[in-house]
């Protein structure tokens, strides 16, 4: 079966770049990436291909040589399933806020409602995509939806998980490590609708790196990788504060274990914290999977990734205060960085939001500047948590659009994000304009200790014990 036409619905941060490098490398294939947010569509077709919904190094460049030529955006869901043979859902999947598992389970509520919508609108076969990333076992439930609601066409389901990060997506959908393709190989249109999908990537990736395995393999196979990852980083983490405590670096240590070629080198940098729209959204997944398996010894093992990154994140903060005397009320701290890691305007689940809530429940002035991040953004996320009112929020956080400006008069500095941009500031110009003494909490370790020591800084890297 040759695919001609591919609807994506969704278009955030996975539905849009990896809809444009599939369109890209595929200029036989008419790609159409919907979305019921009309102001992101309309942000997709702007003028400005820097200034798209999503910032991706990269990404502006392939749009502008495919919008338009087999690339489009719209707001018309019904017409581009229509069109359609295969159809990828790339919606979003949050944890549940409300009822039976709530702040645990992924909230399906809008991959349903795409099944439904597919279902009532197609009048020809089509293969369904499972994008984003599921609980295990969902493909039967979309499958059941589809079935039962629909025209009496035949839906074959797939699951083909996203594994890019966000500020490399466009390398790692260019060269991805492995394209994993989860069906149905016991049955004959099963097999058709795998090898649809392999003929797809096949246009750019290896074959040897495109795997097939069964739907399950493939749905926890996202998890099992989210929650290997975030572990890494958690248990960097846990080394940092034993760092701090004995005198060890955690960058030499991090440096010492990843030689080692069964440990390997990657996801080793001790952070503030981990954050981003999928790690603590899948291993809470995880862990309610596990549980409702009557699992619990897996799922206290999961979660304690968890629980030891919120740690991370309030130790950060309870150092600033200490190390402040005690107090920060009344005073400016100033963070640079904002989103949840460089090269990327997402702030989901960032570190900076938490270390911010707990140092303006102290009552200090913080003052923002971040290279990517709207201000908008910036007072959603804190007025989200609730804890505070929006107008409180908004008379302690000040955002900056100039980082100098954002470090005048200020007691403390806390690097939130690792933007390289932070590394080549004038940083004896930015000591003179602030309070005495001048503090820089390094949550990145991005910053060189022995230079901002010279320059009279009081300086704290995440991990450094010396
Ligand atoms: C992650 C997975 O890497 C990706 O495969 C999956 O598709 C989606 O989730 P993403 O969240 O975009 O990608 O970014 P990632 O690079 O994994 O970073 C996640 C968080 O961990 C960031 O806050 C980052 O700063 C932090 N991190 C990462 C560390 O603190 N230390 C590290 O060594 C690596
Ligand atoms: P991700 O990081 O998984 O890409 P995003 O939140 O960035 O998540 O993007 C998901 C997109 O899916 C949003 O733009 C949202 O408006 C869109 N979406 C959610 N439900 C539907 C739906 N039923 N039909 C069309 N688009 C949807």
């Not at 997402?346 to 707990?358: H, L, Q, Y």
């Not at 500047?369 to 007072?379: G, L």
């Amino acid at each position: 079966m040759k695919v001609k036409n591919i609807c994506c619905i969704g278009a955030g941060y996975v539905g849009g770049p990896t809809m444009a490098v599939i369109a890209e490398k595929c200029p036989h294939i008419k790609v159409t990436v919907v979305d019921i947010n009309e102001s992101r569509i309309a942000a997709w077709n702007g003028e400005n291909f820097d200034e798209l919904p999503v910032f991706e190094p990269g990404l502006g460049d392939i749009v502008k040589k495919t919008r338009g030529r087999n690339l489009f955006f719209s707001t018309n869901v019904d017409q581009a399933i229509n069109e359609a043979e295969m159809i990828f859902i790339s919606v979003n999947t949050p944890t549940k806020t409300y009822g039976k598992g709530k702040g645990m389970a992924a909230d399906l509520k809008y991959i349903e409602l795409c099944a439904r919508q597919i279902a009532r609108v197609s009048k020809t076969d089509k293969i369904v995509v499972e994008k984003s990333t599921l609980p295990v076992r969902t493909a039967s439930a979309i499958k059941s939806i589809l079935d039962n609601t629909g025209n009496n066409v035949q839906f074959e389901i797939l699951s083909n998980p996203e594994f890019l990060a966000e500020g490399t997506a466009v390398e790692d959908l260019l060269f991805p490590d492995r394209v994993l393709i989860g069906g149905d190989n016991s049955t004959d249109s099963g097999q058709k609708a795998i090898q649809a999908l392999v003929e797809i990537y096949s246009n750019w990736v290896a074959k040897e790196r495109i795997l097939t395995t069964n739907v399950w393999s493939s749905e926890l196979s996202k998890l099992t990788a989210n929650a290997f990852l975030a572990q890494r980083v958690s248990s960097i983490n846990a080394m940092s504060e034993i760092c701090e405590k004995t005198g060890a670096d955690v960058s030499e240590v991090a440096k010492a274990i990843g030689m080692d070629s069964r440990i390997g080198s990657k996801f080793l940098k001790a952070s503030v914290g981990f954050g981003g729209s999928c790690f603590q959204k899948d291993i809470l997944n995880l862990v309610y999977i596990a549980k409702s398996y009557g699992l619990d010894q897996v799922a206290d093992y999961w979660e304690q990734v968890v629980i030891m990154n919120d740690h991370q994140k309030q130790r950060f903060s309870d150092n600033i205060v200490s190390t402040l005397y005690n107090t920060v009320s009344g005073k400016k701290i100033t963070f640079l960085g904002w989103a949840f890691k460089k090269d990327t305007n997402d702030t989901r689940e960032s570190a900076a939001i938490n270390v911010a809530d707990n140092l303006l429940s102290e009552r200090a002035n913080v003052s923002v500047y971040d290279p990517k991040v709207s201000s908008k953004q910036i007072y959603a996320d804190l007025d989200y948590l609730g804890t505070r009112s929006n107008e409180e929020n908004k008379d302690l956080l000040s955002v900056y659009k100039d980082p100098y400006e954002a470090c005048k008069d200020s007691h403390g500095i806390a690097i939130l994000t690792e933007w390289d941009e932070f590394k080549n500031y004038d940083w004896k110009n930015i000591y003179k304009q602030m309070n005495k003494p001048a503090f820089v909490f390094d949550g990145r370790g991005i910053l060189d200790k022995d230079e901002l020591g010279s320059i009279g800084f009081i300086y704290y890297k995440i991990g450094s014990g010396d």
